[in-house]
């Protein structure tokens, strides 16, 4: 006999019988008007076969605060199908693995079979082609009843179902916002079923509805050849942007013309023939139409100045829409957005308890730079530590690019095990995919880092800051923290982590070679509750000559002294050095540095001076970090 239950929403759900009833905790009632006969039915059979597969996947009921998530993500899918739901942008957080794609897999299946929601048709948004060809597979669609709209003809070939004649139609994040460029979701005729606009509208993993437009010197003059045949008077306002942004040194901002009206030149016109990487700077030419932009230096060639300014890239009236990403719960964006525009309303969530999740960070520098300049030693590292556990499996999360070669193949040359059971994944395909789920070791072989100036116009927009003003120094590194946290968090979880026992993450070590100011140890039990954080200490060489005699002393003195100070100008008197040979050739040698961190001693100011100039026990090796445990070293 099955069990009901009565929603904060109004909708009472039933349940297999072996499932015993959860003790309601109260929840913001979001659709107390989502009662009809039909909402009912729909949210108790989606409900039932959700609960049913996840109990047999888990052994039992979910936790309770996951429960109450994933019924209300039901009701919320329900309402969007019933024409309910508020014209807002609807928010599900539950971290990775708990069930929110099988709740999507479930409502889909429960809509297509209800004779009484043959009306009802679904936009289902991925960043990822993969996972819309895991999705066709797992849902068990019909081909009739589904299509796919992509740039990819292979993908769309997964189903013959014309776009406007399918129930569900699939498609990306980048199709939807081209297609709705310059207009309104409801005018975007591709995304309609049968004349009409889709009732439920799906979103998965990040949404960001803001994007940076930027053109620079370099692009502007590639522009001259291509257009100065046909359109010489584009050509001349080319020229005259180029030459202004040479002169602001990248400093203030620009009042950019209106393309059309100076040249009498449309977009449409100048984009005839043009090569795709051409047409696409014209596109951001044209974008800054009339618009205050703000002028920038490429941090990595001096001489090239960027232009930049952002808009909107999701139409509001696509609301009602569900987002579902876990990262809603850790990304700054979202915050922004909630508090600036206040369309967007957060869904019940659930976050997990990481007591079984192990990261040790190894600091150094990881960039495209760093592995360029340092490939060789940060690969060795990496295979070092893979060597040290010959037996299990690995998943190293990646940059593209290295010194003389890719990454993994840096990586897999130096393995002295079996490199059959090492997998690569890197940055910008590490999320939505549990392919790698089993896997219990994993290494972030740097982060995901971005330019300087994307954080500042991420918080110039989301932030509502304009280009003639400062941007806020603390939003701008809100930003920056908040998408380190973002890829860390869905980086990790393609691992074992997503794996779970009610509200306890799987088993899982992770390793992070990231520098000391990008703050991860900070963020890490931000993102990873309940996690432990150690260090990942990298290989140490001898130290040899002067160094090794400095480290003899150190070693000594606060053997017999360990609660005293050590001065430099004792130490640079023992080895005969004055300051300027002391600081060069020990105080910052590596091996030096390298030896006072295993012996747990710092640099301190000391007396009445107003820089380091003393060393001294290490109290706390990182300061306190609320949510986190310290384990030992490797």
């Not at 950019?256 to 700077?281: F, I, M, R, Y």
């Not at 974008?287 to 230096?297: E, H, I, P, T």
Request: charged share 25%; proline share 5%; aromatic share 6%.
């Amino acid at each position: 006999m099955a069990q009901a239950s009565v929603l904060a929403t109004g909708v009472t759900l039933a349940f297999p019988h072996v499932l015993a009833p959860v003790v309601q905790t109260p929840i913001r009632p979001f659709y107390r008007d989502c009662t009809t006969p039909q909402s009912s039915s729909l949210a108790e059979a989606t409900t039932s076969s959700l609960f049913a597969f996840l109990g047999q996947r888990g052994g039992g009921l979910p936790h309770q605060d996951v429960t109450i998530a994933l019924r209300e993500l039901v009701a919320t899918m329900v309402a969007m199908a019933e024409g309910t739901a508020s014209p807002v942008f609807h928010l599900s957080s539950l971290d990775p693995g708990i069930g929110k794609t099988t709740a999507l897999i479930c409502f889909v299946q429960e809509l297509l079979r209800s004779d009484k929601h043959e009306d009802v048709a679904v936009l289902l948004c991925f960043s990822q082609l993969e996972e819309i060809a895991r999705l066709v597979e797992e849902m068990g669609l019909d081909e009739a009843d589904f299509a796919v709209l992509t740039s990819d003809e292979r993908v769309n070939a997964l189903s013959a179902t014309q776009p406007n004649q399918a129930r569900v139609l699939f498609t990306t994040h980048s199709m939807l916002r081209s297609r709705c460029r310059g207009r309104t979701f409801k005018d975007a005729e591709v995304f309609h079923y049968q004349g009409e606009v889709r009732e439920v509208r799906i979103w998965d993993e990040e949404m960001l509805p803001g994007e940076v437009v930027s053109i620079n010197t370099d692009q502007l003059a590639a522009l001259r050849g291509p257009l100065r045949m046909l359109h010489p008077a584009l050509v001349h306002v080319v020229e005259e942007l180029e030459q202004a942004l040479r002169a602001s040194g990248g400093q203030g901002t620009y009042d950019w013309p209106d393309l059309e009206e100076v040249t009498e030149v449309s977009l449409w016109s100048a984009k005839k023939g043009l090569a795709q990487g051409h047409a696409t700077h014209l596109d951001s030419l044209y974008a800054l139409s009339g618009r205050c932009v703000l002028l920038r230096k490429a941090s990595n060639a001096s001489t090239v100045i960027t232009a930049l300014d952002s808009r909107d890239a999701i139409p509001d009236d696509l609301a009602p829409v569900v987002i579902l990403d876990a990262s809603g719960r850790v990304r700054s964006t979202y915050s922004q957005w909630e508090k600036r525009k206040g369309n967007l309303v957060r869904l019940p969530s659930a976050v997990r308890n990481y007591r079984n999740l192990t990261v040790r960070v190894m600091d150094r520098g990881s960039g495209k730079t760093a592995w360029w300049t340092d490939g060789e030693v940060l690969a060795l590292e990496v295979a070092k530590l893979i060597d040290s556990k010959p037996d299990e499996e690995w998943l190293v999360i990646y940059q593209k690019g290295g010194n003389g070669g890719t990454i993994p193949d840096q990586i897999m040359g130096l393995l002295g095990t079996d490199p059959g059971r090492v997998r690569f994944l890197n940055w910008g395909k590490h999320q939505g995919t549990n392919e790698f789920r089993n896997i219990r070791n994993v290494i972030l072989a740097g982060l995901n880092n971005y330019a300087e100036t994307d954080y500042e116009m991420a918080a110039r927009h989301y932030g509502g800051t304009p280009n003639d003003q400062e941007a806020p120094k603390t939003l701008v590194e809100d930003m920056q923290a908040g998408e380190h946290k973002h890829h860390i968090l869905q980086a990790l979880c393609r691992s074992a982590v997503r794996q779970s026992s009610g509200l306890e993450c799987g088993p899982c070590n992770a390793y992070i070679i990231a520098p000391k100011r990008s703050g991860v140890r900070k963020l890490l039990p931000q993102v990873f509750p309940g996690c432990k954080v150690g260090i990942w200490k990298p290989t140490k060489k001898k130290a040899k000559g002067k160094v090794e005699e400095a480290l003899a002393y150190v070693q000594m003195h606060f053997e017999d002294y360990p609660d005293g100070v050590l001065p430099f100008a004792e130490l640079r008197s023992v080895l005969g050095y004055d300051a300027s040979n002391f600081n060069n050739r020990i105080r910052n040698h590596d091996s030096f540095k390298a030896g006072l961190e295993d012996m747990g001693i710092e640099e301190i100011i000391h007396g009445k001076g107003r820089h380091r100039n003393a060393l001294a026990k290490v109290t706390q090796p990182f300061g306190p970090l609320e949510g986190a445990e310290y384990i030992a070293d490797v």
